[in-house]
């Protein structure tokens, strides 16, 4: 195997050495308020849902929390210095709500403070600060006052945020996202339980919920909330402050279960339509997907006119986080239900002749399939009229890591090898295919919270010592995507 990497690795250079010379603004990392910042009840800030989910025994691998996390808040200087070595053009990061407007109203300027400290540290290190205004963390307040994203009260909470955000921080930030996943908080959130606020039908795990309906509620209170967002963005700042918005969206992508079995081709778009176009159809076409209308019936809700105007192109570009395929199968024999099921299919790791799709990461839901990465850039590029494509998030696990020590983790040429063939296929898309990729974002910078999984799974390029000090330590892929910075130009020259 070590062979064939270094092979692919030097091959891959000696590619990326013909492109031309001139550079703009690429390559990314990335993480997000709650998984890294800590100081949870420090600043003036808040609780978040998050805060309140992760306190709750049983709720996160062995009770861990975000209390501490990775403490960027004490120590951003550190880690901005580690990527300016490293050599990024953007820092992806998120800003805690809870931190700005820690009763939902009231602008708390310790925490206006804090983001401006951490953009002014980035831009002088020359890195362009790229920010997500939701990032999962809703203030615990909101929660409580009005059901969180279940109540189209949330919206104007949310417009009021969006807006002191842009007005603390868009004379420096131009390169603002309203949401990150949306598919996976409402789905996780308030379909199986596995998120904050934990809500399901499921009353073994959840107290409350409903999983038939009430991911699809929350979809439509963060795309109209988006859409008043971007709507006030352009209006009150964008003229001004020179930025661009978007929203990102996570994507899988899939090929038929059999090629030769129509109703598998036709599940394969389908598969599509339910993960991609469930947000993305709207802020395109002012709509769901017609697949979605048919199966979910009405317990999807309906826009009204003005929602659909306000929709319809609420982006400057599209933000897309990338991860893992399956192969898919049609399966009309499901009654619905809630969005799996509602799908007809299923999603496989195998095709019908038992070839596996990829290795598998040490998140049992990630496989590597780089060719996956240019499969989901051209289906978005041709679905809505060859959009700006920023690639905000995609990354692995690697198997065994967490349970290495510290010498054997840092040595990690699956992550390696897994940087490599993907940033080749988003080549392809770009070079071949001609789709508008602008930027490629690792997942993640270090090593933090990993949502339900805590501390237990680890995806940084940094590794982080957690019984000594939170240290940072450089894995060997650190190395390797400074080589690919290096040597490769995007976005592509035209």
């Known amino acids: ?35 890294v910042e800590g100081a949870w009840n420090e600043g003036g800030r808040s609780p978040s849902i998050w805060d309140e989910f992760a306190h709750t025994p049983g709720k996160v691998h062995d009770n861990e929390n975000g209390d501490v996390a990775v403490d960027f808040y004490h120590r951003y200087l550190e880690d901005i210095a580690l990527m300016k070595e490293m050599g990024v ?66 919206q104007e909470p949310f417009v009021l945020y969006a807006s002191t955000c842009f007005r603390h921080f868009g ?4 390169k603002w996202l309203t949401f990150n996943e949306p598919l996976t908080f409402c789905l996780q959130g308030y379909g199986d339980g596995s998120h904050a606020p934990g809500r399901c039908s499921d009353r073994s795990k959840c107290d409350e919920g409903d999983s038939s309906t009430e991911p699809y509620i929350c979809s439509k209170n963060v795309l109209v909330s988006h859409a008043k967002a971007v709507a006030l963005y352009r209006k009150n700042f964008q003229k001004e402050q020179e930025g661009e918005i978007g929203i990102t969206n996570t994507c899988d992508f899939g090929w038929p279960y059999d090629p030769d079995n129509v109703a598998d081709v036709v599940a394969f778009e389908r598969y599509q339509e339910f993960l991609c176009g469930w947000w993305m159809d709207p802020i395109n076409f002012g709509d769901y ?10 317990r999807l809700p309906t826009f009204s006119s003005d ?46 002749n ?13 496989y590597s399939v780089p ?15 060859r959009p700006s494509i920023y690639l905000t998030e995609n990354g692995c696990s690697v198997p065994g890591e967490s349970q290495q020590n510290l010498e054997d983790s840092l040595h990690d040429d699956f992550r390696s090898e897994w940087y490599i063939n993907y940033i080749w296929n988003v080549y392809q898309a770009a070079v071949v295919d001609g789709v508008d990729v602008r930027s490629y974002t690792a997942w993640s910078m270090m090593d933090n919270f990993e949502w339900a999984d805590g501390y237990d799974v680890r995806f940084g390029l940094y590794h982080v010592e957690y019984d000594n000090n939170l240290t940072r330590v450089a894995k060997d892929s650190v190395n390797t995507y400074k080589k690919i910075m290096a040597n490769y130009t995007f976005p592509i020259q035209r």
């Open 307 to 352: 929602e659909t105007a306000l929709l319809q192109n609420s982006y400057d570009f599209i933000g897309l986080n990338h991860y893992t395929s399956r192969f898919v199968q049609a399966d009309m024999t499901s009654k619905g239900g809630n969005l799996y099921a509602d799908m007809r299919v299923n999603s496989l790791t195998e095709d019908v």
């Open 171 to 174: 004379d420096r930030v131009k």
């Open 289 to 298: 997907p017609n697949s979605m209308r048919l199966y979910v019936g009405d």
């Open 354 to 366: 038992g070839n596996p799709i990829g290795p598998r990461a040490d998140s049992s839901w990630e």
């Open 89 to 154: 053009d953007y820092f992806r990061f998120s800003i805690s709500w809870s931190r700005i407007l820690p009763d939902g109203a009231t602008v708390n300027m310790e925490g206006v403070k804090f983001y401006n400290d951490v953009i002014d540290a980035l831009l002088v290190a020359g890195i362009t600060p790229f920010v997500t205004l939701y990032h999962w963390d809703l203030p615990q307040i909101l929660d409580q006052l009005y059901g969180g994203w279940l109540s189209e009260n949330i």
């Open 371 to 385: 060719q996956g990465i240019r499969g989901i850039l051209n289906w978005v590029d041709q679905r809505y009229n």
């Open 1 to 35: 195997m070590m062979f064939s990497f270094l092979c692919t690795f030097m091959y891959l250079f000696s590619t990326f050495s013909t492109v031309s010379a001139k550079k703009k603004p690429f390559w990314s990392v990335a993480s997000a308020a709650y998984q």
